[in-house]
């Protein structure tokens, strides 16, 4: 069965505390690895995508990169407006599922001054 | 451009009333997805949709009805509202690519309570 998995569920840091968030899965086929980030209130929005080993893509201060089991989410120098939920999905290439998103539950940071 | 758009943003059902959710999208998309949100759970698919007149069941359909009628929208139907029902409901869009599906778009998406 296709599974992706969130650690931690919630990760407190404090401004300029760098750290990561990862993400890992089992699936059958990757077709492609997405991060989103989710504020209270409010619908995913779409960070990256990542499709092969080794890959890496950077936005500001997040840096997400990829393996054949898992991504991190790395955040340099975190400030408070960087906290929110990110979530992780997966998008599979073969079964029954037809390329549709498999979301993990995602993990709260939360970055104080 | 709006993106996704969703309405209502909030609703109160009794047990076994109906209703309808409606999402928009402007960005021509061919793919249009809805989903739930519980605490402690991953986003789910309920139903999802290739293309105009077309829908399909995701990870969690019963309950459920979906009707794509025009290419721009996207409704989900609940014909008797059950307790079990109480979520946040997100509508997404995405285009297609070399037979995938490409960066679903999320609208900001619709709670509902049924009592």
């Known amino acids: 069965e296709d599974q992706v998995t969130q650690s931690p569920e919630a990760l407190r840091l404090q401004e300029g505390e760098s750290s990561s968030l990862n993400c890992s899965y089992t699936?059958?086929?990757?077709?492609?690895l997405f991060w989103y980030r989710q504020d209270p209130g409010k619908g995913p929005e779409f960070l990256f995508t990542l499709y092969s080993a080794g890959e890496e893509k950077e936005k500001e201060r997040l840096k997400a990169t990829l393996t054949k089991k898992e991504s991190f989410l790395h955040i340099t120098a975190p400030k408070p407006e960087d906290s929110a939920t990110y979530l992780c999905a997966v998008q599979v290439i073969y079964g029954g599922s037809q390329g549709n998103l498999i979301f993990g539950k995602g993990t709260k940071l939360s970055v104080k001054p | 451009n709006a993106g996704v758009t969703q309405t209502p943003k909030f609703r109160v059902l009794k047990t076994g009333q109906s209703m309808t959710l409606l999402c928009a999208q402007d960005?021509?998309?061919?793919?249009m997805y809805w989903y739930r949100q519980d605490p402690g759970m991953g986003l789910r698919l309920i139903h999802y949709?290739?293309?105009?007149?077309?829908?399909a069941k995701g990870e969690v359909p019963d309950g459920y009805n979906v009707s794509r009628l025009k290419k721009q929208n996207f409704l989900l139907g609940l014909e008797s509202a059950a307790p079990s029902q109480t979520s946040v409901y997100f509508c997404a869009s995405s285009q297609q690519a070399w037979g995938y599906q490409e960066t679903q778009y999320f609208g900001p998406g619709t709670r509902l309570l049924v009592l």
């Open positions: 949709s290739v293309g105009e007149g077309t829908t």
């Open positions: 960005m021509n998309h061919e793919y």
């Open positions: 699936v059958s086929g990757l077709r492609g």
